[in-house]
């Protein structure tokens, strides 16, 4: 059964359709890239997972559980406490962080375990040194997110939502806002993350961590899903143009093989 | 024309000098409370959804603001009296002016803290699964008063010195005292030269309280208290 699942989601911004019928479904231990041109909705996608964007259309599934109640014209109401309630099961990682400054690293981590998951302190601090340890900054505890690098502030934000003990992890286009050379920290935290069997979503424009990481990939177009499969088959042998032309932008500047 | 200073008449007024001291402080510490308080409803209601709500709170700020103390201080005063039959005593009628007046200031330094606040801090907290309230409580309220923290504290300082102007409907606050001091002696130099000496080591202590305060709220090495 998947762990998380979307059923013909429509989401309009005004009077643009950024997902136009969205169907996708994660199993328990799985790593799904979302692959697409900006614009394409795969961002949207992963808001709607976890419903910080609410679907105009369309339903939302945890474990096989339809979330929501429906409404006379067929469209969901969402109540706050069921949003609460899916949010501390998926964990989120955001393209800009989102750290909170006025926290020390360690208290990022334990604000959610102690404010939702009602651990005492001692127990939230140990909780938040484990997970800390695993993405290798035990030693960056007690230091304020604004003295730490990119690379470093979004392994705090990924320790941050693992010690919820997520079902499942979002990733939205986690290492687009890192210096070049810090992306491969991250990437290689997610790519760990992954080998242990987290159930993964991930947004990335990175098509060498979509080809060595990934169970399968997802290529997103105009607001539908064009094509998926496994790596090799949509990396390597796309069958529609548009998936081609994106491929070969992502890779017309790369070095030859040795 | 020469002047002999001499300030040693000083001495024999130290009492009503002293009480005038003790009004200052009641009057301001009360205005500082009473206009945070008021200017952060005024602020909540600034950031409503509802557009009625909005712009009642931008009516409120906007009138406070562009009518000087005096002139609400005086309305209180004398005008209200007049319409309503009902006098109040000099200290509360002074609490209630200058706490509107200032309640202008204190919600705007307040919206511009709110403002200041990256929106993804929200995201960052509902991706946690902690509720608005938690998310504001834990994770916005911190860094508005953090970016706020210097305004507030200019706020304060000048809610000292507009509370002199209680003076002028002759609450005997600090300033009241020493011209009453200065009239008997017929030494106004002197006099005004010590209350200006008394009031900036008044104004140099609150800013000592609120670099403390300041540091404090800025996080860092704070430990999460319980």
Known sequence: MSVIAVRNIHKRFGNQDVLKGIDLSVAKGETVVLLGSSGSGKSTILRTLNLLDLPDEGDVFLHGNKLGQPRPDGTRRYREGELRSLRRRVGMVFQHFNLFPHLTVEENIMIGLRRVLNYSITQAREKARHHLHHVGLAEKALAFPDTLSGGQRQRVAIARALAMDPDVMLFDEATSALDPERVSEVLRTMRQLSQEGTTMVVVTHELGFAYNVADRVVFLHGGRILEQGTPTEILLHPTHAPTREFLHAHTEFRLPSA | ?226
């Open chain 2, 1 to 226: 024309m020469r002047h002999t200073w001499d300030f040693s008449f000083l001495v024999h007024y130290l009492l009503p000098l002293g009480r005038g001291l003790m009004n200052t402080i009641c009057l301001s510490g009360v205005v500082m409370v009473a206009g945070f308080t008021l200017g952060l409803l005024a602020a909540i209601a600034a950031m409503s959804p509802l557009r009625t709500v909005r712009m009642a709170s931008a009516a409120y700020v906007e009138l406070l603001r562009n009518v000087p103390a005096l002139v609400i201080l005086f309305l209180f005063f004398y005008v209200i009296p007049v319409l309503t039959g009902f006098q109040n005593d000099r200290f509360l009628t002074a609490c209630v002016a200058f706490s509107l007046y200032t309640s202008a200031y204190f919600c705007e330094i307040l919206r511009g803290g709110f403002l200041a606040v990256d929106p993804g801090q929200w995201e960052g907290g509902q991706a946690l699964g902690l509720s608005r309230a938690g998310i504001f409580c834990w994770i916005i309220a911190p860094q508005i008063i953090r970016a706020a923290m210097p305004s507030l504290a200019n706020e304060a300082i000048e809610i000292v010195k507009i509370s002199t102007v209680a003076s002028t409907i002759a609450f005997p606050e600090f300033l009241y005292q020493t011209k009453i001091v200065s009239d008997i002696e017929y030494r106004p130099i002197e006099t005004y030269t010590a209350s200006a000496i008394v009031m900036t080591i008044l104004i140099l202590t609150l800013t000592w309280v609120s670099r403390i305060a300041a540091r404090h709220f800025a996080g860092h090495r704070r430990k999460e208290r319980e």
